[in-house]
């Protein structure tokens, strides 16, 4: 594993960012991001050297740091949610997900909203919450929006949690898909980039 994904990963734990944070900050898994902290720590099991999980570090901050390239590729990733609906609201997920939803919302002329998935709340008795301080997404028609899915626990998350407040997912988007999913609890799921291990 990268020398340089360990420092990171333990500069943020030492700042006190969670593990689902962290994994967001350097788009990893969970279960990378949790590896990457006990290495960091020392603290495996045994003190044995434990395998690193299976997944691909993501880098985007060439797109990121361009909000030129960042309405580009928001641009063809609300014409693929179309093909599914016109959506009332584009929720992004925090973090990144929500630069894309903000412009992908400019683009149609649609409310935006933010989701805060269970990863990034600290109470054990936690769910996903959509916040307030944003569009209303009850009765509404919605697309959902993040930057990589990893193993598809948050964006099913959302889906569930917008069902319950009456909303109806019309498609979930995201940039980079690294597990090769088509769809979570009846939703599609569309990606600009699908990676696959060969072998």
Same mark, same amino acid.
């Given at each position: 594993?990268?020398?340089?994904?360990?420092?990171?990963?333990?500069?943020?734990?030492?700042?006190?960012?969670?593990?689902?944070?962290?994994?967001?900050?350097?788009?990893?898994?969970?279960?990378?991001?949790?590896?990457?902290?006990?290495?960091?720590?020392?603290?495996? +099991?045994?003190? /044995? *050297? &434990?395998? @690193?999980?299976?997944?691909?570090?993501? !880098?985007?901050?060439?797109?990121? #740091?361009?909000? %030129?390239?960042?309405?580009?590729?928001?641009?063809?990733?609300?014409?693929?949610?179309?093909?599914?609906?016109?959506?009332?609201?584009?929720?992004?997920?925090?973090?990144?997900?929500?630069?894309?939803?903000?412009?992908?919302?400019?683009?149609?002329?649609?409310?935006?909203?933010?989701?805060?998935?269970? +990863?990034?709340? /600290? *109470? &054990?008795? @936690?769910?996903?919450?959509?916040?307030? !301080?944003?569009?209303?997404?009850? #009765?509404?028609? %919605?697309?959902?929006?993040?930057?990589?899915?990893?193993?598809?626990?948050?964006?099913?998350?959302?889906?569930?949690?917008?069902?319950?407040?009456?909303?109806?997912?019309?498609?979930?988007?995201?940039?980079?898909?690294?597990?090769?999913?088509?769809?979570?609890?009846?939703?599609?799921?569309?990606?600009?980039?699908?990676?696959?291990?060969?072998?």
């Amino acid at each position: 594993m990268n020398e340089k994904l360990l420092n990171q990963a333990y500069d943020l734990r030492s700042r006190g960012f969670t593990t689902g944070e962290i994994a967001d900050e350097l788009n990893v898994s969970k279960d990378t991001a949790r590896w990457l902290i006990l290495q960091g720590t020392g603290k495996l +099991k045994g003190d /044995k *050297e &434990e395998k @690193a999980p299976l997944d691909f570090a993501i !880098n985007w901050k060439s797109l990121g #740091g361009s909000s %030129v390239r960042m309405k580009y590729v928001s641009a063809a990733m609300i014409d693929m949610a179309l093909e599914h609906g016109e959506p009332e609201v584009i929720v992004g997920i925090t973090v990144s997900g929500i630069p894309f939803a903000t412009m992908m919302a400019d683009i149609i002329g649609a409310d935006i909203s933010v989701f805060h998935p269970i +990863k990034h709340r /600290k *109470e &054990e008795d @936690a769910q996903g919450a959509v916040s307030s !301080n944003f569009a209303n997404v009850s #009765g509404r028609r %919605v697309v959902i929006v993040d930057d990589v899915i990893t193993s598809g626990r948050t964006i099913n998350e959302a889906i569930r949690v917008f069902r319950e407040l009456g909303a109806e997912p019309l498609a979930a988007v995201v940039l980079i898909d690294k597990k090769g999913i088509n769809e979570l609890e009846g939703v599609p799921v569309l990606s600009l980039i699908r990676v696959s291990r060969l072998g």
